[in-house]
């Protein structure tokens, strides 16, 4: 298994401002990945983020709103940027562990943009 | 496209009973999960079954891969069953989840 964090927990921002959210895996992962939950519904995945290289989005996720970055194996950030109300969302990051398949998920950034 | 239905959609349960959550798939599947998401947010694995059975205390799952649907048992029921239940699949060709609608069970005492 691995134990990951996040930063923030939980944060409220101004519409129009940017959030970066940190995500820390304790070990080496082969994969990390930012889904976001918005209120009320089930997960859906914003991108796969690839060390050393840019992320690959999903349909409907653009690297100008959400850029990703990743510089090692075990750390990743997801900006959240130009927010507006539509953005509130919880926001996870996900790894998959090295020699394993089941994937693991942080406990969350819970986003609310007034 | 991609579908991954769960059913019910809600479910009410007197503490202690038994039920079983559903989830079908449309494609063939490399991996298959369930989660538990705890009413703060945070999702908990349950099992890792892309095939096969598996029990975990009072919870088991099988999943039928040629028939494309998964079933997650739940046995004598607690409250802090309480929640929602996520399937999430990875189809072939694919190398992440993509989750289900979810089940959301709430156990009374």
């Known amino acids: 298994s691995a134990v990951i964090s996040q930063k923030p927990s939980r944060d409220i921002c101004q519409r129009g401002t940017s959030l970066t959210i940190q995500c820390q895996v304790d070990s080496q992962v082969t994969m990390m990945f930012w889904y976001r939950q918005q209120p009320g519904q089930s997960l859906t995945l914003i991108a796969t983020?690839?060390?050393?290289?840019?992320?690959?989005?999903e349909s409907g996720f653009v690297i100008d709103k959400f850029p990703i970055s990743r510089p090692n194996l075990t750390f990743s950030t997801l900006t959240v940027s130009n927010m507006s109300p539509e953005d509130s969302s919880i926001y996870l990051c996900s790894v998959v562990v090295q020699g394993a398949g089941e994937q693991y998920f942080g406990p969350g950034t819970r986003l609310t943009v007034t | 496209g991609i579908q991954v239905e769960q059913s019910p959609p809600d479910l009410i349960l007197q503490e202690g009973a038994n039920s079983t959550l559903r989830c079908n798939f449309s494609d063939s599947v490399n991996n298959l999960q369930w989660f538990h998401q705890n009413p703060w947010g945070q999702l908990i694995n349950l099992f890792y079954i892309p095939s096969g059975t598996k029990q975990n205390g009072r919870l088991s799952a099988t999943t039928v891969a040629t028939e494309r649907y998964s079933l997650l048992y739940i046995s004598s029921s607690q409250t802090t069953d309480s929640g929602v239940y996520f399937c999430?699949?990875?189809?072939?060709?694919?190398?992440?989840?993509?989750f289900g609608t979810g089940t959301r069970l709430t156990v009374i005492p």
């Open positions: 983020a690839n060390q050393g290289s840019e992320a690959t989005y």
């Open positions: 999430a699949v990875e189809y072939i060709g694919a190398n992440n989840l993509f």
